[in-house]
């Protein structure tokens, strides 16, 4: 396998040039690997950003790739400047590695894939991209009780949804850091996850590497010398000994949720009382894999390791958590592209401009080797968004589920049945429909990611080089037969679409020849989709 490997990455690299193929020079295009600024990309003017103790609260990849085969790596954080088409580096923790690699997109990422990044081959847990998955975060928030997440699973049954995943969201524990049900909310959970895998379910249930400070865990782990230590509290010249003690010592952080301690993951306490957490809840009720939210690098800024390891180390520790966990998912990773590890897009809200932001931030996923990917949930995830009087638009809602219905993954939370009339709620289950009809072939194609690192989403640039489509990012590939363009504009009932060269039967059964633009009709039930004959 590694030597087929080789020989296709060979091929690809040097079989591709800059000048497109009417002969014309192809404008250099830049991509950034910081995933919530993926509608950014490609970069065409002036762009500049810094990894240093950030994770823009996405993914990070300490990578720049352009389209005439440059890339930009690191194994520590550095800030750039991209300008008139060149990268300027400001500042580097670290060696800076600058390759021309081939002529294109894809030569400059498989060269950075197969030896920064490698893929593991191995998937996280198959069900996540076999069938939808449901998060109960924004029909109960910050209510999370056993009674209405039953409710909900059985909802999801009774209106003709197939079982999937199902993420159980934060307020389900006693505290952060004490990380079992709440015995008022969840009188039996035993009970609760017994019917739910009844149902047809995998159980995932929300953490955090956050300690509450007004609990007896965190006094405790203090005592212990788990969490990160407040600067000012470390004597000058300190060798910072692997276990510092004293409850008054570690660094609080604000977060969304409030103000807590942070683990240290450089130290073996800490990894170990955290693994420790959530293997009780494995062993003792039965549940599959975790949502582990927050790792962000930016919470680690103020405090400081016994270690001596650095804010985007600590998120990387974080990250690799979810290694003894195949059914995972995270939102905020730093350099761990090839892993077996869900990435998450950041909350999106309710509206239009969110919608647009999925396809490109998708596609920027893939090739930063995050190619294992969610697009947040289907209307958006951001809470506020939802609160009473808010304004649900039902069609908003449909083309959110159509982007996310043939992605890598699809996953609701705002139960359609509830918010939706029966037109609009049709249309959403016909696109599940159709994620069911494609999930084998996507199954598939993830399969072959782990092996190759080949994203399973790609743009026209990366599949079709030499064809000026490094601007087209609203349309994708699912592997190299599967090419979808959903609508994401409100009231369009003529939308556009680039079909690359070969034929394309469409979704609606129509053939057309490619390398070119066409027009399609839309309806309120169309999801623009075509597959190479």
């Not at 990070?60 to 060149?86: A, D, M, R, T, Y």
């Not at 909802?155 to 199902?166: A, H, S």
């Not at 409850?247 to 800490?270: C, M």
């Amino acid at each position: 396998m590694k030597a087929l490997s080789l020989i296709v990455l060979a091929l690809v690299l040097f079989g591709f040039n800059t000048v497109a193929k009417d002969k014309k020079p192809i404008q250099k295009l830049w991509w950034a690997g910081i995933t919530s600024q993926g509608q950014l990309m490609p970069i065409t003017k002036t762009y500049q950003a810094n990894f240093i103790g950030d994770t823009y609260g996405n993914q990070v990849q300490p990578l720049l790739l352009s389209n005439h085969g440059e890339l930009v790596w690191s194994e520590k954080p550095f800030s750039f400047k991209i300008e008139n088409g060149e990268v300027k580096i400001q500042e580097a923790k670290g060696e800076i590695i600058k390759k021309k690699v081939g002529n294109n997109l894809r030569s400059a990422y498989l060269y950075a894939s197969q030896n920064y990044f490698p893929p593991q081959g191995v998937l996280p847990d198959e069900l996540l991209f076999s069938s939808p998955q449901y998060n109960t975060w924004i029909e109960l928030m910050y209510d999370q009780n056993q009674e209405d997440i039953l409710k909900y699973a059985h909802d999801i049954i009774d209106n003709g949804f197939p079982p999937g995943v199902l993420m159980i969201d934060d307020n389900w524990q006693e505290d952060y850091g004490k990380w079992d049900f709440h015995p008022g909310r969840f009188p039996n959970p035993k009970a609760m996850m017994d019917e739910l895998h009844d149902l047809g379910f995998k159980v995932m249930m929300w953490v955090c590497p956050f300690v509450s400070p007004d609990c007896d865990v965190y006094r405790d782990l203090a005592s212990k010398g788990a969490f990160l230590i407040n600067a000012d509290k470390v004597p000058q010249n300190s060798t910072m000994p692997t276990n510092i003690g004293g409850k008054d010592k570690p660094e609080i952080v604000g977060w969304w949720n409030g103000f807590s301690a942070v683990l240290d993951l450089s130290q073996p306490v800490a990894e170990e009382w955290f693994k420790a957490q959530l293997d009780y809840l494995q062993d003792e009720y039965g549940v599959d894999g975790f949502k582990l939210d927050a790792g962000d690098a930016e919470y680690y800024t103020k405090g400081v390791s016994a270690s001596k390891v650095s804010a985007n180390e600590q998120s990387s520790l974080f990250g690799k958590i979810g290694l003894d966990y195949p059914l995972n998912e995270y939102r905020a990773v730093w350099k761990l592209g090839g892993q077996p590890l869900v990435q998450r897009l950041r909350d999106k809200a309710h509206n239009w401009p969110d919608l647009r932001k999925l396809v490109p931030s998708m596609l920027l996923q893939g090739i930063m080797g995050y190619y294992f990917n969610c697009p947040d949930m289907i209307g958006g995830g951001e809470f506020t968004s939802f609160l009473n009087g808010a304004t649900i638009d039902q069609e908003l809602i449909v083309r959110s589920a159509q982007c996310h219905a043939l992605m890598p993954m699809m996953q609701f939370s705002v139960a359609p049945w509830r918010i939706l009339d029966e037109e609009h709620f049709a249309a959403v289950k016909a696109v599940v429909e159709v994620r069911q009809e494609f999930s084998d072939y996507i199954l598939e194609e993830a399969r072959k990611t782990a092996k190759t690192g080949e994203p399973i989403i790609r743009s026209l640039e990366y599949a079709y080089p030499g064809n000026k489509y490094g601007l087209v990012n609203q349309q994708f590939l699912i592997g190299d037969k599967l090419l979808v363009a959903p609508v994401v504009e409100k009231g369009v009932t003529e939308h556009k679409v680039f079909l690359p060269e070969g034929k394309w039967k469409a979704w609606n059964g129509k053939v057309f020849k490619g390398n070119k633009e066409i027009t399609v009709s839309v309806s309120l039930s169309d999801l623009p989709y075509f597959e190479k004959l």
